[in-house]
C-alpha cells in the first residue's frame, strides 16, 4: 500500500526545535517531489516547503531560514527540522506526495495523517 | 504572492447541486487542484489539473477552470459531502510554491 505516516510532533517552547518525520512505504521518495503542508486549529491549509527528486528545496516566506526539509538518499524517509519556533507554528503538519507527471498539473495525491506541533510556554 | 479566493461556505439541500467557486487573477492560465477534508481527517485530493479525478473518486464531483474563476461541481449532494474543500496551484512565480484557497465549508441542509 502507498502511504506515508509522519510522526516527531509535540510540545516545545518559543525558540525550541523539533524534528518531524515522514516514512514512506509502497512507493520509493527520492523519486517524487515531497511536501510539507500545516494547518493551524481552526484555520486553513498552508504550503510550507517541498524537495523536489533532484533534491532543490524550496521554502514559504514564513519558515524561511527557520525550518530545513530533508531526505536522505539512503532512507525512504523526509524530514522537516524546525528551529527557532515560534506560537504560530502551532499546527497539524501533513506530509504529502506530488502525483506522477508534470509536476504543477498533478495535485498532492497522498497524505498522512498528520502529526501536532504546539508551541506554547 | 498569488491569492486564491474561496467563499467562507456554502449550503444545499440533498440531490441538488453545490458550485464551490476559486478566485485568482487569470486562474484559468492555471492547473486547479481541490481536496476535501472531513473534521480530524487529512485533505483528499478529488480534482487535479482543473478537471481530472483520481480514482475512486465519483463522477459527482467535477471540475472546470475558465478566465478569474475555477470552479468544484458536486452533483446530487450527498450527507457525506459535507466537508471543507480547497482549491490550489502551483505558484511558478514566487520561488516554486504553492497556495491554498482559504477553503469553502460545505453544508449539507
Known amino acids: 500500500e502507498v502511504q506515508v505516516v509522519e510522526s516527531g510532533g509535540g510540545l516545545v517552547q518559543p525558540g525550541g526545535s523539533l524534528r518531524l518525520s515522514c516514512a514512506a512505504s509502497g512507493f520509493t521518495a527520492s523519486s517524487y517531489s515531497m511536501n510539507w503542508v500545516r494547518q493551524a486549529p481552526g484555520k486553513g491549509l498552508e504550503w510550507v516547503s517541498v524537495?523536489?527528486?533532484?533534491?532543490?528545496?524550496y521554502y514559504a516566506d514564513s519558515v524561511k531560514g527557520r525550518f530545513t526539509i530533508s531526505r536522505p538518499y539512503s532512507e525512504n524517509t523526509l524530514y522537516l527540522q524546525m528551529n527557532s519556533l515560534k506560537t504560530e507554528d502551532t499546527a497539524v503538519y501533513y506530509c504529502?506526495?506530488?502525483?506522477?507527471?508534470?509536476?504543477?498539473?498533478?495535485?498532492?495525491?497522498?497524505w498522512g495523517q498528520g502529526t501536532v506541533v504546539t508551541v506554547s510556554s | 504572492s498569488y491569492v486564491l479566493t474561496q467563499p467562507p461556505s456554502v449550503s444545499v439541500a440533498p440531490g441538488q447541486t453545490a458550485r464551490i467557486t476559486c478566485g485568482g487573477n487569470n486562474i484559468g492560465s492555471k492547473s486547479v487542484h481541490w481536496y476535501q477534508q472531513k473534521p480530524g481527517q487529512a485533505p483528499v485530493l478529488v480534482v487535479y489539473?482543473?478537471?481530472d479525478r483520481p480514482s475512486g473518486i465519483p463522477e459527482r464531483l467535477s471540475g472546470s477552470n475558465s478566465a478569474n474563476t475555477a470552479t468544484l461541481t458536486i452533483s446530487r449532494v450527498e450527507a457525506g459531502d459535507e466537508a471543507d474543500y480547497y482549491c490550489q496551484v502551483w505558484d511558478s512565480s514566487r520561488d516554486h510554491s504553492w497556495v491554498f484557497g482559504g477553503g469553502t465549508k460545505l453544508t449539507v441542509l
Open positions: 504529502a506526495r506530488v502525483g506522477s507527471g508534470s509536476l504543477y498539473r498533478a495535485g498532492f495525491d497522498i
Open positions: 489539473d482543473d478537471s
Open positions: 524537495i523536489h527528486s533532484g533534491a532543490s528545496t
